[in-house]
Every structure is written in C-alpha cells, then in structure tokens.
C-alpha cells in the first residue's frame, strides 16, 4: 500500500485552505517534514510537511485547488520493509510444505472421491436449486422494499411541506453527521435554516458559527440583491481569494456584534518628526524603519497598560470582562491579496527600535504570503495606518473580540495659534473605534487624548507618565 500524506490543522478554526504551490514532483524523493505544497488561507500561508520519507508516486491535487483539512493531497512508494520479505519467505515454504501433504495423500483419496462424486454432483444440483429459489425470493423482497421506498418517500415530502408550514424542520435530508446533528439540537441551532445557506456537508464549526450569529446567513443576510448587470454592459465575475472571503466575513460580524462608538483627535507632530529623522539611523542599523507606525506603536503599547479595558474582551455569554496582563499589537497591512494583520507580541516590553526593526519584518512577510498563523494571533487592539495613501480621516471597523482600533491618516501643515501668533505646524488626524459595551465615551476621550499628548511629547510614552 502506499503511504498517504494528508492536509493537516493549519490554524484554529481552519478548515479549508487553497494550494498556492506544489513544492514536489512525482518520482523526487523526499524525506520527513520537508514542505510537499504552500497553502494560503485566511489566517496565514504556509507549507505542508511530509508526515514520512519516500519516493513520490501520484500527487492528487493542483495548484489553485481547495483542499479540507484530512484530504489525501499525495501518495507516496511504500518503502520496502526486510520483515515483510521474511515473512512473504515463511508463509512460500509453509505452502510448499501443504502442497507436498496433500501430494502424499492424493492417492489414498482417490477412491474416497470416486465414491463422493456422485454425491457432490447431486447436492450441487440441489444447492443451485435452492439458490435459484432465494435469488426469486430476494428479487421480490427488493421491489417490496422498493415500492415502501418511494411511498415513504413521498411521505417524507408531505411532512416536510407540512413541517415547513408549522415552522419546524425533522432535519430530514440535510447533509449533517450525527455529532453535528447532537450539537445543533445542544444549541437549538434549526439545521434547515442551517441548510439553506451552505451547500454540501454541515459542519460543527458551521453550527458553532451560526448559534453565535457569525453564521453566511448572517453575512447573506446584510447584503442587499443584486440586480442583472449584464443587462447594461458587459461585465467580468472573478472569484474572491480566501483573505477576501474572511476579511468580509468578518467585519460583517464585528460590525453587526459590536455597537461602534467613533472619536477623533489631532495631533502636532512637527517635533516628533524631528526625532524620528534623528534616530533613523538607529532603526536602520537594527534592520527597520523608524516610522510614525513604529512609534506609535509603542505608544498605543504604554496607553493599553494605563487603559486596561483597551487591552480587554468582552464575554457576553458569561457576562465577563476579560483583562489581559499582556500587550499584543495588530498592525493592517495592505497585500495585493487584501489586508493582512500581523502581530507585535508583547510590544509594552520593546524598545521603538526592536519594534520599528520588526515591523519592517513582519511586513515584507504578510506582502510575500510567508506570514506563518502564530505571525496572526493574539492581537489585543489594532492600529491601521492609511496615511501613506491619503484621507483627512476614516472609521476602523473594531476587529472583534478586540475592543478597540486606531486609524491614522495623513498629516499636513496647518497654522497654529502659538505665542500670540499662528505657525505652520505638521498635524496628524487621529481616529479611534471602540466596542460601546465595555468603554463609555469619557474613557475613549481620555485614551485617545493621552495618545495625541504622547505623540507630542515622546518621552511621556517612554517614561509611562
């Protein structure tokens, strides 16, 4: 038999993932854990290890494919084992020794089988006679059982048409396993509804998703319907990528969960454009970028600390706040995939040099598809940066169960009444989202205005003041 190497968890929550390369060819020999394909989904791109050594015999996927999780992807040449050989020798010498038993014995079974032939001919007969009479028997059970089919069948329409009036669904016909079916009942999750908005097999995670409101028909549901645009000219379908399909997944369930709340701020950052030219050589040094990215970063990383309900979840189900003793920032970067939200773990304990140096890292990482699903977990608050693009200001979607974003545009010069006179000063517009349910309008206030005085004084971030 050959041995099959199958696509395994990619991520938490990943089940499907698209085949971005074949790393192998049939016939290379290759050896365990060595990457066989990259696959991309939405939470991360990555290769696929062997699961054993061996030659390559068939590889049953192509690149663009959509593979599950536990799909046999490629077969590879059962290696040869020396106990198999021994045993294939043990049981050739048993047989021969039979054979040459039986040989011996022959003779003095001839008679004995002259004398049984007779016999065994008339039995035979009488066997096919029987089974002639079964093979009628079974033949008429078959349409018996045929005929109940269909009129059960026809049963079954008319409960559904009449179950589907009432409201209520049996789940007759719906592609579910019994564990699937168990936990939709544990989570009074009607499969029927369920059914209506996936096609194929249903999932746990499907009836997980749809008892939390994350479900497609949730995210159906919020679109409007669509016209035939054909009729006006023509037009070209493309489908979505995995990173697009998750990204309007979920800001349709973060926008629909969250109540949003939006505030803005101006900040002066004249001085601290200063600083940044100043240290530019630094960050370079350590292999980054010193940006206003990287610096306020380490900002929103001191002001989560001062702010801990921006560095927490809410738990409506339990009715719980959860509060986080570590600092862990998302930071949007624009692919030509779609937007990627790499993270800087424990960003309350780097300097703005470590950071600015992973920064640039993790960036041209998330641009050449090699960011791994550790690079994408565990963010607290998020900040995205649309600055280098344009915009005077814009609203975040809040990133749930994140509860809190910060959105930066683009600065520009504007006079400012200083010393009884106006001067022309570098300004950065601000934006904040916040989850409602957990942070009131004064503590976004106070936040948000504890940024825009730490970016005008640095050393406040630096010094946690």
Known sequence: MAIEIKVPQIADGVETATVSEILVAEGDKIEKDQGVIAVESDKASVEVPSSDAGTVKEIKISEGDEVEVGQVIILLEESEDSDDETEDTEESSEEQEEKTSEEENEDEGDDAEEKDGKKKKKVK????????????????????????????????????????????????????????????????????????????????????????????????????????????????????????????????????????????????????????????????????????????????????????????????????????????IGIAVATEKGLLVPVIKDADKKSIIEIAAELTNIAEKARDGKLSKEDMEGANFSISNLGGIGGTNFTPIVPAPQSGILGISRSAKKPVYIDDEFKPREILPLSLSYDHRLIDGADGAAFINWITQALEDPYKALLGV
């Open 125 to 328: 007969e009488e066997k096919a006679k029987d089974n002639k009479d079964e093979s009628d028997e079974e033949e008429e059970k078959e349409t018996s059982k045929k005929d109940e089919s269909e009129d059960e069948s026809s049963k079954e329409n008319e409960d559904k048409k009449s179950n589907k009036s009432s409201g209520k669904s049996t789940g007759a016909g719906i592609q579910a396993s019994p564990g699937t079916r168990r936990l939709a009942r544990e989570l009074g999750v009607d499969l029927s509804e369920l059914a209506e908005e996936i096609s194929g097999k249903i999932s746990e995670k499907d009836v997980k998703e749809f008892a939390k409101g994350g479900s497609q028909k949730s995210t159906k549901s919020a679109s409007v319907s669509l016209p035939d645009f054909e009729k006006f000219g023509n037009v070209k379908r493309e489908p979505l990528n995995n990173i697009r399909k998750a990204t309007a997944k979920n800001v349709t369930a973060s926008w629909q969960s969250v109540p949003h709340v939006f505030q803005f701020d101006e900040a002066d950052i004249t001085d601290i454009q200063q600083y940044l030219e100043a240290n530019q050589d630094k960050a370079e040094k350590a292999g980054g970028k010193l940006t206003i990215t990287a610096l306020l970063t380490k900002i929103v990383a001191s002001a989560l600390v001062r702010f801990p309900k921006f560095n927490a979840s809410i738990d409506m189900e339990n009715q719980e706040m959860i509060l986080k003793n570590y600092v862990n």
